[in-house]
Antibody, heavy 118, light 110 residues
Framework: QVQLVQSETEVKKPGASVKVSCEAS????????LHWVRQAPGQGLEWMGW????????NYAPKFQDWVTMTSDTSINTAYMEVRRLRSDDTAVYYC???????????WGQGTLVTVSS | QSALTQPPSASGSPGQSVTISCTGT?????????VSWYQQHPGKAPKLMIY???KRPSGVPDRFSGSKSGNTASLTVSGLQAEDEADYYC??????????FGSGTKVTVL
């Protein structure tokens, strides 16, 4: 069955970087785009961008263009999302999600809580 | 890219229907038939309920239906059940390979 398993909770200081991983199993990793979505505590979902694991092509929401990087390693079926220059308002649960049907995300990771605090 | 507009809350008694709206612009909701809806229970990851405006993934009850008129998409939950109590988010393609979520609606089963 399709599974996306994300890395564990992270606690970082302001100005630091964090890299969240998303390991895929149960399907052909290179056959589907992977999206990243975040959710601040008590807030709604925010779309961050996607990566095509087959080509490495990426597209970021304008807000995240300059400080988020999405990558993938097809040898281990894993996608990564790095956020640099962390601020307190980056505290959120970060999700990876597969675009299994056109323009929609059918499988989601369990989420990774990133807390930014001095 | 502003969030799509959803009502903060909606409610209904068991067995009744509730409809949630999702209002955008001609650059997102109105411009493409790529609206999807997600259900999220507290502390859980979102679950896809509707894609391409009206299509239901396998396993989603037919009590859930989607529609669109102009710049507004809607999700209707018929025959409300206790387990339908959750937050619901719409999402739309917004051109240039970008997407935007709605602000979210909390559905309460009275």
């Amino acid at each position: 069955q399709v599974q996306l398993v994300q890395s564990e909770t992270e606690v970082k200081k302001p100005g630091a970087s964090v890299k969240v991983s998303c390991e895929a199993s149960g399907y052909t990793f290179t056959g589907y785009y992977l999206h990243w979505v975040r959710q601040a505590p008590g807030q709604g979902l925010e779309w961050m961008g996607w990566i095509n694991p087959n080509s490495g092509d990426t597209n970021y929401a304008p807000k995240f263009q300059d400080w988020v990087t999405m990558t993938s390693d097809t040898s281990i079926n894993t996608a990564y999302m790095e956020v640099r220059r962390l601020r307190s308002d980056d505290t959120a649960v970060y999700y990876c999600a597969r675009e299994g049907v056109k323009a929609a995300r059918d499988y989601w990771g369990q989420g990774t809580l990133v807390t930014v605090s001095s | 890219q502003s969030a799509l507009t959803q009502p903060p809350s909606a409610s209904g008694s068991p067995g009744q229907s509730v409809t949630i709206s999702c209002t955008g612009t001609s650059s997102d909701v109105g411009g493409y038939n790529y609206v999807s809806w997600y259900q999220q229970h507290p502390g859980k990851a979102p679950k896809l309920m509707i894609y391409e405006v009206t299509k239901r993934p396998s396993g989603v009850p037919d009590r859930f239906s989607g529609s669109k008129s102009g710049n507004t998409a809607s999700l209707t939950v018929s025959g409300l059940q206790a387990e339908d109590e959750a937050d619901y988010y719409c999402n739309s393609y917004a051109g240039s390979n970008n997407y935007v979520f709605g602000s979210g609606t909390k559905v309460t089963v009275l």
